[in-house]
C-alpha cells in the first residue's frame, strides 16, 4: 500500500500527526505501530511530515531550545558541547534513526510542513493525532493546534485523537481554557492514560476512552520483523530515561548476582552498563527481546518487555509515570513497578497477561476504525 506511480507518491485518505521526527525509540516505534495497524486492515494511511524545529531541533548538534531566554541558551550550549562529546557516536545513532525513518515511516517525496500553514494544502479526508504525548506543553513547548486538526484542509472532515497522552492525569490550571477551545477541533477522543479519562471529560462534550499505545496493535511476530538483534551475548539492558541511581545500583546488583553483563542505552551514564550511543530503534527492539532481564524507567521499554514476555523491572518516572502505572495495571503487573524494593524473578503469569492484552487490542482496534470510518457503529 505505498501508493506510488513510477517515482511520485499517492496520498492515502487518512493523516497520522505525531512525534515520528523526533530521534526517540517509543515516538518512532509508536507511529510504526499505528500507521502498519491501519494499513493492515484496509485503511491507506501516512505519518503526515510534519516536522516542526521544536521537535526536530533538540536532535541537532547545536540544539534547538525554544522560548527559554537564557537558560535555552544554556541549555543549548550545555547540549552542543555533549554532542561534540560524543563525536562519532552522535553522528552515528542520528543515521541509525532516520534509517529506520525512511525505511518504515514516511517517503522522502512526501510533502513536508515545517510550521501549521504547510499543512493546510494537504489532501486528507481524516486527520488521526496521537498516540504519544502531543498533548503535553512540555514537550511541545506550549498545546499546538496541528495536534488537534486545528486548521483548515482542502479534503478534511474529522479528526480523530488516537491515545493521545498529557504526560500525565492533568494539565496545568492555566492551559484549560486553551484546551477546552481546541478539543473543539476534534470529533473523537481517546487517551492512553486511564487516569487522564476524568480531566479530559471536563472539556469534551463526547465519549472519552482509554486506549492502548499502537504498539500493542502489533503482535510479537510483526515486531521481529523489523528488529536487529545485538551481535552479543547474555545481558541485563539497562534503559533510563532520566537518571535514577537507585535504578542503576539495582542492575549492578542483579548483574553480580547473576553473571552477567549489564547493556545501557543513551542515557546510562553508570551502572556498571556497556553503554549503546548509536542504536536506532530496530536496534533498540532487538535489545528488549534478547536481554535476559530488563530494568527500565521508560514506557516503551516496559510495553516490549510485555510484548516480548521479559522478566522486568520498572522503576517510577519523576514526572510522567501516569502511563507507566497505566500500563502495568492494564496487564495485572503491577508487581513490576518497583516502590521501595523489587524482585525480578517473580514469576508471571504470562498466559493471563496475553488475554488481557488481545482484549484491550480488540477494544482499541474498534474505537479506531469505526472512528476512522466516520462514528460508525459497526464492529471489527
Known amino acids: 500500500m505505498d501508493r506510488r506511480e513510477g517515482n511520485s507518491w499517492q496520498a492515502g485518505e487518512v ?33 503526515v511530515r510534519y516536522e516542526p524545529p521544536f521537535l526536530t531541533g533538540r536532535h541537532w548538534w547545536l540544539p534547538y531550545v525554544p522560548g527559554r531566554g537564557v537558560k535555552g ?64 506543553p512540555n514537550i511541545t513547548c506550549g498545546l499546538r493546534r496541528a495536534y ?25 490550571d492555566r492551559y484549560g481554557q486553551e484546551f477546552a477551545a481546541l478539543l473543539r477541533n476534534v470529533d473523537a477522543v481517546s487517551l492512553r492514560e486511564t487516569g487522564a479519562v476524568p480531566y479530559v471529560r471536563q472539556f ?17 511476530e510483526e515486531w521481529e520483523k523489523v528488529e536487529r538483534a545485538p551481535d552479543r551475548g547474555k545481558y541485563i539492558l539497562l534503559y533510563t530515561t532520566e537518571p535514577n541511581r537507585r535504578m542503576d545500583g539495582y542492575a549492578r546488583a542483579l548483574a553480580q548476582r547473576k553473571g552477567l553483563a549489564v547493556v545501557g542505552l543513551q542515557a546510562a551514564e553508570d551502572g ?4 549503546d550511543r548509536e542504536a536506532g530503534p530496530a536496534e533498540f527492539l532487538g535489545y528488549v527481546h534478547h536481554a535476559e532481564y530488563v530494568v527500565t524507567n521508560s514506557f516503551h521499554a516496559a510495553a516490549f518487555s510485555i510484548l516480548f514476555e521479559k522478566r522486568f523491572l520498572v522503576f517510577a518516572h519523576s514526572q510522567v509515570n501516569e502511563r507507566l502505572v497505566s500500563v502495568l495495571a492494564l496487564h ?40 476512522v470510518a466516520g462514528g460508525q457503529d459497526e464492529a471489527v
Open 15 to 47: 493523516g497520522i500527526l505525531t512525534f515520528h521526527c523526533s530521534d526517540n525509540y517509543g515516538a518512532m516505534l509508536q507511529a510504526y505501530a499505528l500507521k502498519q495497524c491501519l494499513r493492515s486492515n484496509g485503511v491507506a494511511a501516512d505519518i
Open 73 to 136: 541558551l544554556m541549555a543549548a550550549g550545555y547540549g552542543f558541547l555533549r554532542n561534540l562529546r560524543a563525536g562519532g557516536a552522535f553522528r552515528r545513532r542520528r543515521e541509525s534513526m532516520d534509517r529506520f525513518r525512511k525505511a518504515c515511516l514516511t517517503e522522502r517525496s512526501q510533502p513536508r510542513a515545517l510550521f501549521l500553514p504547510g499543512l493546510k494544502k494537504l489532501p486528507y479526508r481524516c486527520y488521526v493525532v496521537g498516540s504519544d504525548q502531543i498533548w503535553n
Open 148 to 172: 488537534f486538526g486545528a486548521f483548515e484542509g482542502v479534503r478534511k472532515e474529522r479528526v480523530v485523537a488516537y491515545a493521545a497522552s498529557l504526560g500525565g492525569a492533568s494539565l496545568p
Open 204 to 220: 469534551f462534550p463526547g465519549r472519552v476512552e482509554s486506549v492502548l499505545d499502537p504498539v500493542f496493535l502489533l503482535g510479537k
Open 272 to 275: 556498571g552498563a556497556e553503554v
Open 332 to 371: 495485572g503487573l503491577e508487581g513490576r513497578l518497583c516502590r521501595e524494593g523489587g524482585e525480578i524473578d517473580a514469576p508471571i503469569d504470562w498466559a493471563a497477561v496475553r488475554v488481557r492484552t488481545a482484549a484491550a487490542a480488540e477494544a482499541s482496534l474498534n474505537f479506531l476504525m469505526k472512528n
